[in-house]
């Protein structure tokens, strides 16, 4: 089953400031990085008349020498 909560939050002037500028900057940066996604696609698009196939999930990145397995502990 899934819960949610909701939790409210009181910060002062200067907490609410820096929340603020912070999810300000975070919405900026996704909104760009979308934005160069979009590009990429219409670009791909454009040049194959076909449309690109976007990866959905990261690539895992390769394990470091001596490093535990992923989802595991070391």
Do not use: W
């Not at 949610?4 to 609410?16: D, F, I, M, N, W």
């Not at 698009?45 to 470091?64: D, F, I, N, V």
């Amino acid at each position: 089953m899934l819960n949610g909560y909701k939790y409210r939050l009181h910060p002062t002037s200067e907490q609410a400031d820096f929340l603020v500028r912070t999810i300000g900057c975070a919405r900026f940066i996704y909104n760009k990085l979308l934005e160069d996604r979009i590009a990429i696609h219409e670009e791909a698009k454009a040049e194959t008349g076909a449309a690109l196939a976007l990866p959905q999930e990261a690539r895992q990145p390769e394990p470091r020498e001596g490093a535990a397995p992923i989802g595991q502990k070391a």
